[in-house]
């Protein structure tokens, strides 16, 4: 689809699901190779990173692999509140282990900051970042990216778990708010 629409606004095609898929296989096949021997513990930020988590948990191969969620919101509408709200933390230890963050998108950088914040008081050994999207033109506070799917101009998105108003999040390729074009 060229356009969608959800809720009450239009959205034009941004990024193809085959291009999304491309991208996040060769994510994937670059974690096997920096994580081998690692026994990492994978960290999906709900909501919008269970597509990509789900598709990279897939494709890695790294033995002892495991996967963990935690939640945090930040959004109202088609806009970063600046607040963070932590909804669901950590329940495993993150103790002297290797850590992947999987991030949906790094836009302002505090979600990720605040994130980086909460696992380095678990005491992991190492953190690794890992973003489907990047808005480096959105971003205020310096962040450290190890993957980035895409970077993109600071415009508001939806799909592959992106939501608009907690609806868009099922749609398999990226669409751009078109008042945004």
Known sequence: MKTVQV???RFKLSISEEDIQKRVNEIAQQMNKDL????????????????FASDIFKQITVENSS??????????GTKSTGKIKLIMGFTEDLANRTVVILEDIVDTGVTIQNTIEQ???HKPKEIYIATLVYKPEACKVPVNLDYVGFEIPNKFIVGYGL???LMGRNLPAIYTLAEDE
């Open 7 to 9: 809720l009450d606004k």
């Open 36 to 51: 081998e021997g690692k026994s990492p513990l994978f960290v999906c930020i709900l909501n919008g990173a269970f597509m």
């Open 67 to 76: 996967i963990t969620f935690f939640r945090l919101s930040s959004y109202v």
């Open 119 to 121: 696992v380095k008081a």
């Open 163 to 165: 939501d608009y108003d």
